[in-house]
């Protein structure tokens, strides 16, 4: 019954408070990813001393897509060459 309740939105129900522990947490998480994998690609780049990649990587928001494909595609061709 209480699953009825959630979906006709009637009193009682708590759906919609997991729902938003659930969404906040994931978000949270997302974020502290994101924030040490683009600190350990910023700190690669400045180690490398690659200014360009640094500034981009540093100014660009691309929820960790950009300091991925450097710290596994570029920073990885340059050690093979």
């Given at each position: 019954?209480?699953?009825m309740?959630?979906?006709t939105g009637t009193a009682g129900c708590c759906c919609?408070?997991?729902h938003h522990h659930l969404m906040?947490?994931?978000f949270i998480l997302a974020f502290i990813i994101d924030l040490v994998i683009?600190?350990?690609a910023l700190?690669?780049?400045a180690k490398k001393d690659e200014k360009g990649w640094f500034v981009v990587l540093l100014i660009l928001n691309t929820v960790g897509i950009l300091p991925l494909i450097y710290l596994f595609?570029?920073?990885k061709k340059k050690k093979e060459a």
């Open positions: 019954m209480d699953s309740n959630c979906v919609h408070h997991h906040m947490a994931i683009k600190g350990f700190w690669r780049a595609l570029i920073d």
